[in-house]
């Protein structure tokens, strides 16, 4: 079964430019997770969705971060524009059963730099 | 509120036993899990525990809860040098996300 796909990998670009990332969970699964991991640190969360509503958008930067999951599979988080600060790994994550944390399974992330 | 807290650095000999530790916030938190990250790597889920057990076996890996002190650990046995990597303990409060800690980096010396 293949796990989490995230893509790209690596993304150079300069500051105040968009940038997206994208995230294809494992099969099945109806809740999906974009976490921020900076260096040194551990993941934060950024957004969760169950199927395709966003159920905790709290932590997420509104002014310029924005999320989709438009038929409850896979999905796009985006940053306009981005900000030297917002160099980072991004790491996509899905479960298999909503309401609660159950087991989260991670992809390998998109590491960001912004120049 | 929600905070877990780990040692930064671990440092072990091939063959020893590694101990890492980890202290969480979240007394309704379900389950707490490690998850282990290699360079360059995605979190891999390495194994977790219910609240409700003190401790969980599984191969060379042994966790240890202690609810009452809010204290988890990770323990390796015969500890290898494909071991090296960062360890991050989490915990799952109400609502769906997992809280993770700063994560620790263990280190292999053969």
């Known amino acids: 079964e293949a796990g989490v796909v995230q893509s790209p990998r690596y993304k150079i670009i300069e500051k105040k430019q968009p940038v997206a990332f994208w995230c294809n969970p494992i099969s099945g699964h109806n809740t999906l997770y974009w976490y921020l991991q900076n260096l040194g640190q551990g993941p934060e969360l950024l957004i969760r969705y169950e199927n395709e509503e966003a159920v905790d958008d709290s932590q997420l930067p509104k002014d310029r971060f924005s999320a989709e999951r438009l038929k409850g599979v896979d999905s796009t988080l985006k940053i306009q524009p981005a900000e030297l600060g917002d160099s980072a790994v991004y790491l996509c994550a899905s479960s298999g059963t909503s309401g609660r944390a159950d087991t989260q399974y991670f992809g390998p992330g998109t590491r960001l730099t912004v120049l | 509120g929600e905070d877990v807290e780990q040692s930064l650095f671990l440092s072990v000999r091939e063959g020893d036993s590694s101990v890492i530790n980890c202290t969480y916030t979240d007394s309704s938190s379900t389950y707490l899990y490690w998850y282990k990250q290699e360079p360059g790597a995605g979190l891999q889920l390495l194994t977790y525990i219910f609240s409700n057990m003190d401790m969980k076996q599984d191969q060379r890996l042994t966790v240890l809860l202690n609810k009452k002190d809010k204290h988890l650990s990770l323990r390796i046995a015969d500890t290898q040098t494909g071991d090296s990597a960062i360890y991050f303990c989490?915990?799952?409060?109400?609502?769906?996300?997992?809280?993770f800690g700063q994560g620790t980096e263990l280190s292999v010396k053969p």
């Open positions: 989490a915990e799952t409060p109400p609502g769906g996300k997992l809280i």
